[in-house]
């Protein structure tokens, strides 16, 4: 079982900053990829940014050039840093751990709200 533990969530003013961060633990046995997904009401989980195990990451459109996935070194751990933020990031942002089999972990998520 893999456990996703995140944190950062919160309320931020349109143009300002939020870093989150999740980390797995647990009976890790192999890594693919982890990231950050997000989700308002009435629609469907979207994809924010990966990292992959070797080091290379996606983002979504709305994403780039804004947000920044990164990973500490030696642990499962990743961080999104998420800047010029817009009420349209208004959402719940879910960790997603991949890997052990492979299959999908999920974090309970944290709330992120943009607004003046």
């Known amino acids: 079982q893999v456990h996703l533990v995140e944190s950062g969530g919160g309320l931020v003013q349109p143009g300002g900053s939020l870093r989150l961060s999740c980390a797995a633990s647990g009976n890790i046995f192999s890594f693919y990829s982890m990231g950050w997904y997000r989700q308002v009401p009435g629609n469907e989980r979207e994809l924010v940014a990966t990292i992959y195990n070797g080091g290379g990451t996606n983002y979504a459109d709305s994403a780039k050039g804004r947000f920044t996935i990164s990973r500490d070194n030696g642990k499962i751990t990743v961080h999104l840093q998420m800047n010029s933020l817009k009420p349209e990031d208004t959402a719940v942002y879910y960790c997603?751990?991949?890997?052990?089999?492979?299959?999908?972990?999920w974090g309970q998520g944290t709330q992120v709200t943009v607004s003046s």
């Open positions: 997603h751990f991949y890997g052990n089999g492979p299959r999908a972990y």
